[in-house]
T-cell receptor, first 113, second 118 residues
Framework: GENVEQHPSTLSVQEGDSAVIKCTYS??????FPWYKQELGKRPQLIID?????GEKKDQRIAVTLNKTAKHFSLHITETQPEDSAVYFC????????????FGTGTRLTIIP | GAVVSQHPSRVICKSGTSVKIECRSL??????MFWYRQFPKKSLMLMAT?????????EQGVEKDKFLINHASLTLSTLTVTSAHPEDSSFYIC??????????????FGDGTRLSIL
């Protein structure tokens, strides 16, 4: 089955700096890669996603890149703000909207004011 | 608002008790629902896939006789933790895949159930 690894497990950055979280996956059939933000005791919230036919996607301060050959994808957050502090999970799936998600191990991001 | 409703949000009970968690899709039909478990400071791990009208598919290592899943209708799936023990204490969260029909969301998650077994 799919295995998704995520690094780093914790990340602290100064407010205004950039944060990068990286994930690798094992299943070459995976073609959909979402990123979720989860606050304590809450459901995961989808913040950005990318499909395998795209190499990069950006939404304001958040961007995701995908290298399908190397089987890795990354989340980039620029101009970080205190409200960006949360746990972030990457995930992989074989089919958007139909298949299960395999989640990475999570990254606790702390923005230092 | 929420399109997947999960109840209860919090359960505290004694060891040996069976606990039922409900997951409802509010404005769409879900022939499939996913049940995840999340231990403190850990990731979401898929426990099982609930299939309307047929048996659930369990992930490796998940005891099907302990975690009973029933998907009796197109809008309701239930997870029953039978004879719960302290090691079953966790955050249980369901989700319903959208089939790509709900905007950009691949799955709609419930709010989760915090289960604490004393």
């Amino acid at each position: 089955g799919e295995n998704v690894e995520q690094h780093p497990s914790t990340l602290s950055v100064q407010e205004g700096d950039s944060a990068v979280i990286k994930c690798t996956y094992s299943d070459s059939a995976s073609n959909y890669f979402p990123w979720y933000k989860q606050e304590l005791g809450k459901r995961p919230q989808l913040i950005i996603d990318i499909r395998s036919n795209v190499g990069e996607k950006k939404d304001q301060r958040i961007a995701v890149t995908l290298n399908k050959t190397a089987k890795h994808f990354s989340l980039h957050i620029t101009e970080t703000q205190p409200e960006d502090s949360a746990v972030y999970f990457c995930a992989a799936s074989r089919d958007f909207g139909n298949e299960k998600l395999t989640f990475g191990t999570g990254t606790r991001l702390t923005i230092i004011p | 608002g929420a399109v997947v409703s999960q109840h209860p949000s919090r359960v505290i009970c004694k060891s040996g008790t069976s606990v039922k968690i409900e997951c409802r899709s509010l404005d769409f039909q879900a022939t499939t629902m996913f049940w995840y478990r999340q231990f403190p400071k850990k990731s979401l791990m898929l426990m099982a896939t609930s299939n309307e009208g047929s048996k659930a598919t369990y992930e490796q290592g998940v005891e099907k006789d302990k975690f009973l899943i029933n998907h009796a209708s197109l809008t309701l799936s239930t997870l029953t933790v039978t004879s719960a023990h302290p090691e079953d204490s966790s955050f249980y969260i369901c989700s319903a895949p959208t089939g790509g029909l709900s905007g950009n969301q691949p799955q709609h998650f419930g709010d989760g159930t915090r289960l604490s077994i004393l």
